[in-house]
């Protein structure tokens, strides 16, 4: 299901911020969702973050932490219509993953000793109720911990645990640390959850995910937006030939 059909820059804001200017941003005119699963693709520094980021800001999306994506210096640049508007999904962000992990080890933690404080004054107390259901629904989600798990497969329990049909998932390298039998298990994942209503807009460097079938997949070249082939793009081209010959490649570095 495609919850948002389009995004375009307001000609009018004016903004101090860096994203404002970043070639991407400045081009945009009008963008629109025509598939569930939208792939960005280009080079370091194109600005798929940046334009990753902006949308899951403007709109309304939280981090798989909970925490608000809303930035006041790019308050209103961006203009997102919407079919259905869906406050279900995550924006997720490969290289803020450690921090999660901490995060839900301090709750963990914290909880437990708050426990333990009630406990000892009262073991019969209502007051450890909350507390006992913040554990118990961390366990439901997460088993042990996804600290005790690799750092691949607790992105895969992660997933699993955290997509919901309906949502609307903006994810940025989610291929990080899977090796690609994981990566396999990632788009079967995603297709899952877009036969149950789910929209993806997923930056990657995966020539992998690339292959996600029936995704509509736009290059950032040149600070603008091109609708791309999976055949034609750079990362499969290189990859394939580099494979097929990597000495060809190697000795001339
Ligand atoms: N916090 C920031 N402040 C200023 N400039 C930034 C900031 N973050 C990124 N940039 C610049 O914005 C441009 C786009 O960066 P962005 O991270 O969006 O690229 P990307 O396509 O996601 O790259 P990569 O594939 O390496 O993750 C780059 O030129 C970068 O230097």
Do not use: C
């Not at 820059?9 to 941003?25: C, F, G, K, L, M």
């Not at 997102?80 to 508007?85: E, F, G, P, Q």
């Not at 709750?107 to 004054?121: Q, V």
Request: hydrophobic share 35%; no cysteine; proline share 4%.
């Amino acid at each position: 299901m495609i919850h948002l059909t389009s995004v375009s820059r307001r000609s009018e804001v004016n903004s101090e911020d860096y994203a404002a200017h970043t070639p991407i941003i400045s081009n945009l005119k009008t963008w629109k969702f025509t598939k569930p699963v939208t792939l960005l693709v280009g080079e370091n520094g194109s600005g798929k973050s940046t334009l990753l980021e902006l949308i899951a800001s403007s709109a309304g999306s939280i981090t798989i932490s909970g925490e608000d994506t809303y930035r006041e210096e790019t308050e209103s640049l961006l203009k997102l219509v919407w079919s259905i508007r869906t406050k279900k999904g995550f924006y997720f962000k490969a290289r803020d993953y450690s921090d999660f992990i901490e995060r839900l080890q301090t709750i963990k933690r914290e909880t437990r000793e708050i426990l333990a404080e009630i406990e000892a004054r009262d073991p019969h107390s209502w007051e450890a109720l909350p507390h006992r259901n913040t554990l118990a629904d961390l366990k439901r989600l997460y088993g042990d911990g996804l600290e005790f798990r690799s750092h691949g497969e607790s992105f895969l329990d992660l997933f699993q645990a955290r997509f919901q049909p309906g949502g609307l998932y903006i994810l940025d390298e989610p291929e990080a640390p899977l090796s690609p039998a994981r990566q396999l298990t990632l788009i079967s994942m995603i297709k899952e959850m877009i036969e149950e209503d789910a929209q993806f807009i997923i930056a990657t460097h995966s020539p992998i995910l690339m292959a996600f079938p029936g995704a509509e997949i736009l290059e950032l070249r040149d600070g603008v937006l091109h609708q791309t082939r999976f055949d034609e793009l750079e990362h499969v081209t290189l990859t394939r030939d580099f494979l097929q010959n990597p000495e060809r490649y190697l000795r001339h570095l």
